[in-house]
């Protein structure tokens, strides 16, 4: 019987065919319990367990293989041709397309996939290697976490400094100043800058035809910061224009609703008057394809250090050049605005239907170039830069108001010298902890001590984000559009945006 149990044992043994030795007579008992296992392990239950265990695990690689597609594919779509990091050739690409096949999806399907990257600070005094350029890198220290800040030497030769300056100079520069108001002037509402009717109708005529568009007047929310125009002003003109049949306004329509908007009580907004204070030159230049190279590597270098997509800059503002003289300086101020419900963005402004919120300007992040060497003075400080905590309150102490700077441009954390060719890179805003762009960053507080001696020349490159992530899509979607309908424009290409409204050079 038991012989005959070991003769079906060794059979099956047989049967999977990984062992017929012949075995030694003491050890054939304890053979056939191995047998008996070995058999068991050849059974069909353990090969089904196994391959249900191994089609889990193809299911799961494809499942992952999806993910990684989806979360990239779409967020390309969008993007654009994210720049390789840090690695961008110097040569001058072409504005890449967004796909018009896919860019027919829903915004809502894919908004979930953006992604803004930030550099790591990993902590102050920090140095990183960036390879920008095929033959040389460049360091790039941590100058502060909060902001999170940094300084890049040499990031523009000097060759590049001139050309941009020069390219600034051909297309002439715009004056900007606003004065400390004084106490009367507050209380009797007059505007920061005594300028005349004639003047602002001038200067918010930027393509010089004698009337006024609505985009024209909506480039202007910057003057919430305080520049000539408030926002009351601006709420008040804009409702003007609305009116016009035309939907454009001669200088004698404006006469009529800018003057009202300056009388006393007229001024809607119980908030106090912004306190910014500045005085320079300053005009835009274009970036995209058929601008200067030089321009278009500085574009590109900014989108490799950054690795943002590189529509999403394409997209952003100009590059802006300032021109400082002796004694011109700029307050302390912050370049973008906390998202809020009544305010929105004025880069996206096309693709919405929030005409009646005040428009603000929406800037993810900040990148600083000094362009000429300054004989003294025209450092930029960060009052508050690394502060344990940030209270608007405390920035005036003692009679010492940290934001005039200039008085008080000695006081603040960080300060930092104007150098030829160096570039700032700073964050005006937080994450919103999935990846998007959060709240404004309190501590990127920043401003520009006067110019002691010598002329500063700079140039502001400011990368624009909708906090309204969904609004961003529908605007590149929309600027997309715009694209496949004009084919053929690419040569010419321009954003819709800001660059509409000033000359190409
Ligand atoms: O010129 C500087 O150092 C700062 C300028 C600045 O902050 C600005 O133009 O927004
Ligand atoms: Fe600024």
């Known amino acids: 019987m038991e012989d005959s149990l070991e003769d079906l044992l060794e059979q099956q043994d047989g049967d999977c065919g990984d062992d017929n030795q012949p075995l030694a007579p003491k050890a054939k008992f304890r053979s056939s319990r191995m047998n008996i296992q070995r058999s068991n392990v050849c059974s ?6 196994v391959m249900v265990f191994f089609h889990v695990y193809i299911l799961n690689v494809i499942g992952l293989l999806l993910y990684v597609h989806y979360n990239n594919g779409p967020g390309e ?17 072409a504005l890449p397309h967004a796909d018009p096949a896919s860019s027919e999806l829903h915004v809502e399907d894919y908004s979930h996939s953006f992604s803004l990257p930030r550099i790591e600070g990993i902590r102050v005094g920090h140095v990183q290697q960036v390879s920008l350029l095929p033959d040389r890198t460049h360091e790039m220290r941590t100058m502060s976490l909060k902001p999170l800040l940094f300084e890049i030497p040499g990031f523009l030769s000097e060759e590049e400094c001139r050309v941009v300056v020069q390219l600034a100079q051909l297309k002439g520069l715009m004056e900007s100043q606003t004065t400390t108001p004084s106490k009367e002037q507050e209380e009797s509402n007059q505007p920061l800058l005594s300028l005349s009717t004639e003047e602002v109708f001038s200067l918010l005529d930027l393509n010089q035809d004698g009337l006024l568009q609505n985009q024209e007047i909506v480039s202007h ?23 016009c049949p035309t939907g454009t306004m001669t200088l004698e329509d404006f006469r009529h609703v800018y003057d009202v908007s300056q009388r006393p009580g007229q001024q809607q907004s119980g908030k106090p008057r912004s306190h910014f204070k500045q005085r320079n ?3 835009w230049l274009y970036q995209g394809p058929g601008s200067h190279h030089v321009l278009q590597t500085l574009r590109n270098r900014l989108i490799s250090l950054t690795r943002l997509p590189s529509t999403l800059v394409e997209l952003s503002e100009p590059l802006q050049v300032i021109r400082y003289e002796n004694g011109d300086f700029s307050n302390a101020h912050h370049d973008s605005s906390p998202p809020q419900s009544e305010t929105t963005c004025t880069h996206t402004r096309l693709a919405g239907n929030k005409s009646a919120l005040t428009e603000v300007s929406c800037r993810y992040l900040t990148m600083l170039f000094y362009i000429s060497p300054v004989e003294e003075g025209g450092e930029t400080t960060f009052p508050v830069a690394d502060n344990r905590t940030y209270e608007e309150q405390a ?21 930092i010298k104007p150098t030829v060719g160096t570039a700032l890179l700073w964050y005006n805003h ?7 762009m959060g709240e404004l960053d309190e501590y990127s507080l920043h401003g520009e001590c006067p110019v002691r001696r010598g002329v500063k020349w700079m140039a ?3 990368v624009n984000v909708d906090p309204d992530h969904q609004q961003q899509a529908r605007y590149q979607r929309l600027v997309a559009k715009r694209q496949r309908a004009k084919p ?6 321009q954003p819709l945006s800001h660059s509409d409204l000033h000359q190409d050079l």
């Open 281 to 283: 030159k300053n005009t």
């Open 77 to 93: 779509l969008v993007s654009g041709n994210a720049a390789p990091s840090a690695s961008v050739s110097d040569r001058g690409t």
């Open 221 to 243: 929310s910057r003057s919430r910061d305080g520049t000539w125009l408030n926002p009351d002003n601006l709420r008040q003109i804009l409702t003007g224009l609305e009116a």
């Open 430 to 436: 937080l994450s919103d902890g999935r990846g998007w």
């Open 395 to 415: 920035l005036v102490q003692d009679g010492v108001d940290l934001t005039d700077t200039k008085e008080t441009c000695g006081r603040g954390n960080i300060r």
């Open 488 to 493: 053929g424009m690419e040569e010419h290409y």
């Open 44 to 49: 069909r239950a353990y090969f089904v367990v």
């Open 460 to 462: 502001n490159s400011w």
